[in-house]
């Protein structure tokens, strides 16, 4: 129950801008990085490959592109027709997927968890109930706080990875 002094809970929307679907996917990986440090704690000290991902990738202004790349792998449409797109939220999930597909490519499939995570709560829900709820509260905060955030970097380009698989199967890419 909602205070009465507090702005009400606004309703959940079917469809989210590409803009609001970023913001959902980064808070969901920054949110989710407690329940999965603990599995990953030993090849977390050695590599440091899950919080560079979890914390420094997802929680800064470099991956825009990135998003759109996903986004571009899901839906199969290129970044410049994405600007009015609207994704539901079983899309976003698959465009975070995708995301940390990209990222696994780029260091080597050293966050292959972070693959299997989704994966595995894509096939199984009941048996990652505390991830969902992670993405049910993100998606929460992102309708109430976030929902005209127009931050988004259109301009943003891929880098150049030194293991990155260019789809050369769709689109003019010459």
């Known amino acids: ?20 679907a970023y913001v959902i996917g980064m808070l969901f990986f920054l949110n989710l990085w407690s329940l999965v440090e603990p599995r990953v704690i030993e ?6 490959t899950y919080s560079l991902f979890f914390i420094e990738v997802c929680s800064g202004d470099e991956c825009y592109a990135e998003w759109n790349e996903a986004i571009h792998r899901v ?4 970044k410049e027709g994405q600007r009015l797109v609207q994704l539901s939220l079983s899309e976003i999930f698959l465009c975070a997927l995708e995301f940390c597909k990209l990222h696994n490519e780029r260091y080597e499939s050293r966050i292959a968890y972070a693959v299997h995570l989704l994966e595995s ?17 993100v998606v929460e905060q992102t309708v109430n706080k ?9 301009s943003d380009e891929l880098p150049t990875w030194p293991n990155q698989k260019t789809d050369t199967s769709i689109g003019d890419n010459s």
């Open 43 to 48: 090849e977390e000290q050695k590599l440091g």
């Open 121 to 137: 709560m894509q096939k199984d829900p009941e048996n990652y109930k505390k991830e969902w709820a992670v993405w049910q509260d």
């Open 1 to 20: 129950m909602w205070n009465i002094m507090e702005t009400p809970p606004k309703q959940i929307p079917e469809t989210f801008s590409v803009e609001q």
């Open 146 to 154: 976030y929902m005209n955030s127009n931050e988004f970097d259109w």
């Open 75 to 78: 839906l199969h449409i290129p």
